[in-house]
């Protein structure tokens, strides 16, 4: 039976360690403060925010709330970033996805400062980091690595594969794989025979959205599965797209959903949020 990897202790660890540090830089005069942005009240991104600001209020960041309703001109949530650029006060900015179809994503990601992006997601953040420059780096392919690293599995010379590329998770894991000297694959929708592929890895990590798709059959003996999955299964209930009750009795490690990847994004997202004061 595979270790299960706990990502809510591991989170827990973690969010302690950053707290005593925030204590520290308080007792210097440098308060941390987050800047979340929520446009529209779709109910999984209430959900993800509030997380947010409870985790912020748990390690002593100072967090700063901007419901915007649905109806907001881009203009208008361009403005605002913009001014939240320009203050002080404000170390980090955090404008929750997705926004809605009437605003351009990409508009918004690229006018938030690159000093200010605790996301990681502007083009100044993910190119330094896919050519090894200093840079905010996204909050779950972080935890993925910070997961792998606590529980001492190794990455250097192992074979990694990544099934999926978005550019939140896949390319950026994939990406910091490399930089800790793995060998990485990245497969997506049009890998031929994905399960030969999969079965090579040593670490496999799975982000493609698709309840329960990874069966044993796409499992090496021993290796470590990592599910960035958030899905519903035919019951309704959460699962990721990792068969949990399946794989885990050939994997070495695996993370579980819930508690697995999830809690591990807020962590570091607390964790590029004690970085930004040193951009200031
Ligand atoms: N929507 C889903 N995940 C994320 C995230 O990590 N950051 C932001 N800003 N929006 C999201």
């Known amino acids: 039976m ?20 925030i204590a520290k830089l308080k007792d210097n005069g440098t308060e941390v403060t987050l800047a979340v942005i929520q446009v529209g009240n779709d109910s999984a991104s209430t959900v993800y925010v509030g997380n947010k600001k409870k985790a912020c209020e748990y390690v002593g960041i100072r967090s700063l709330a901007y419901e915007l309703p649905n109806e907001v001109s881009e203009e208008e949530l361009l403005d605002l970033v913009r001014s939240l650029n320009d203050r002080e006060d404000v170390n980090g900015i955090l404008v929750q996805l997705p926004l809605p179809e009437h605003i351009d994503e990409n ?33 779950t392919p972080a935890g993925i690595i910070e997961l792998l690293k606590r529980y001492n599995i190794e990455i250097d010379g192992k074979e990694c594969v990544v099934i999926g590329r978005s550019n939140i998770v896949g390319k950026p894991v994939a990406t910091l794989l490399l930089r800790e000297n793995g060998t990485v694959t990245i497969c997506h ?18 982000a493609i959205g698709k309840a329960k798709f990874i069966t044993s059959e796409y499992v090496k003996e021993g290796a470590a599965v990592i599910d960035v999955g958030m899905d519903r299964d035919e019951n309704g209930k959460l699962c990721g797209d990792v068969d949990f009750e399946d794989v885990k009795n050939v994997a070495g490690a695996i993370t579980p959903v819930p508690g697995g990847v999830g809690p591990m994004t807020i962590a570091m997202l607390m964790n590029n949020c004690v970085m930004s004061v040193m951009n200031r």
């Open 2 to 21: 595979a270790v299960i990897i706990d990502g809510k202790k591991v989170s827990n660890d973690i969010k302690d360690e950053l707290k005593a540090k």
């Open 107 to 139: 508009k918004v990601i690229n006018t938030i400062s690159p000093k200010k992006d605790v996301d990681g997601f502007h083009p100044q953040s993910t190119g330094a980091l896919s050519i090894g420059q200093p840079g905010f780096v996204s909050c």
């Open 189 to 206: 929708s049009h890998t031929a025979d994905l399960k030969t592929v999969a079965k090579r890895a040593d670490i496999l990590i799975v």
